[in-house]
């Protein structure tokens, strides 16, 4: 009995010292870091083909972020905007007619982003937090 007692109660300690351990003493996961990016990035389907000043123009495709994107009619299928026709109607006539380098330049293509996501807020009652112009393209 004195054997079988010797055995348990070191075996026992260790589960116990070993529990107190893993739930009290032991170091918590990191949480993990904030997203970078917080909100819905909605690809719109085709790209823009716009007229330019001075006989030039661009092809540029738009991203839009939002605080919550509309479902996906299928799957695999990008969600289609309520307001997708105004949006690209907004897009195109704020791109229609300005000048190549302002997109091409970084600080100018910032502002026109600025002035597009002025635009959509204005026009439109879809959600959109930021424009993002993934591609392009200037000739």
């Known amino acids: 009995m004195k054997k079988k ?3 348990v109660v070191p075996v026992v300690l260790l589960a116990v ?3 107190v351990y893993k739930l ?5 996961p990191a949480p993990p870091p904030p997203a970078k990016v917080e909100g819905d990035l909605v690809p719109l389907a085709t790209e823009f083909v716009v007229n330019l000043s001075g006989g030039h123009y661009g092809k540029v495709s738009v991203a839009l972020l939002m605080t919550t994107a509309p479902p996906a009619p299928a799957e695999g299928t990008p969600p289609t905007l309520e307001q997708n026709a105004v949006i690209r109607a907004t897009i195109t006539d704020e791109l229609t007619g ?3 380098n302002e997109l091409i ?5 910032h502002e026109l982003v600025a002035r597009l996501e002025k635009a959509l807020k204005q026009r439109t009652d879809e959600p959109i937090e930021h424009v993002l ?5 200037v000739q």
């Open 24 to 28: 009290v003493l032991a170091p918590k």
């Open 98 to 100: 300005i000048g190549m």
């Open 133 to 137: 112009l993934t591609d392009v393209a």
């Open 105 to 109: 330049e970084r600080k100018s293509r």
């Open 5 to 7: 007692l010797i055995i």
């Open 17 to 19: 010292l070993g529990a």
